[in-house]
């Protein structure tokens, strides 16, 4: 088995070579094995997906009592992290606090429960509001630091919310901020809310650093071959599957309850095949 600091040299070298990286989010250690036993080289998690597996919504504001604690969400991760064998790196969200020494302790926490990166947001907590860019970059500047005294080469990947925060020219506005964030240590950015060629395009041509996007928030979107024509380095599916897994098991809850059938058994896994892929015999 890997070592924690093999893996997070080989996560960060799949942002720098031919290939686009795609990095499917798992949400608990049932859903990171399947991701694993399908091929890909290394998986995320997705908070709004681990917020689900747990009964909560995604984005609770600071003081409501179903946000998930940054101890609640890096247990999962741990969990996550110790069901496989590939690179693990974790949606950290806003870092879980406002200041660089926060957000700093949270890249401590993080490398603790073994994962090799983690995507930090710009988005200050649950508002619609983006932190001004310096104060961003100091936390990010803040985690670089974090992870250079653990020795270990963390993938931090500086995400910002232009696109979803209303502000103007959002294109300008992230291409700003992402080659600020470059600057201040991020190995890669992260541009959510963005889907047509010509904008990823220019992201890609602007940004003097590896460009990630998340993918499968819509049906029709750019398939991974086009993404890596247009030179996306890295591309994720956020929360997509878990909302998949949650939409299949409405269907069935509302099979069962309004015709009283079992149809949505057909396309169950088996108990065989589910015990082959965890480990059974």
Known sequence: MATQEEKARTFLAAHHGDRCLLAPNAWDAGSARMLEAAGFPAILTTS????????????????????????MMLERVAEIVTAVDIPV????????????????????????????????????GATTELFPVEVAADRIRAAREAANAAELPFVINARTDAFLAGVNNPLEESIRRCNRYREAGADCVFVPGVADAATIGSLVREIDAPVSLVMGLLPD??????????????????????RMALAALGRAAEELKSRGTFGYAREQMSTEELNLLFGGS
Request: net charge negative; charged share 25%; hydrophobic share 40%.
């Open 221 to 242: 979107s750019l398939d991974l071959a086009q993404l890596t024509e247009l030179g996306v380095r890295r591309v994720s599916v956020g929360g997509s599957l878990a």
């Open 48 to 71: 709004a997906g681990i917020a689900f597996s747990m009964g909560r919504p995604d984005y609770c504001r600071a003081g409501d009592p179903r946000k998930l604690s940054r101890a």
């Open 89 to 124: 790196s974790a949606d950290l969200e806003a870092g879980y606090g406002d200041t660089p020494s926060e957000v700093a302790q949270t890249i401590r926490m993080a490398i603790d429960a073994g994962v090799v990166g983690g995507n930090l947001e710009d988005l200050a």
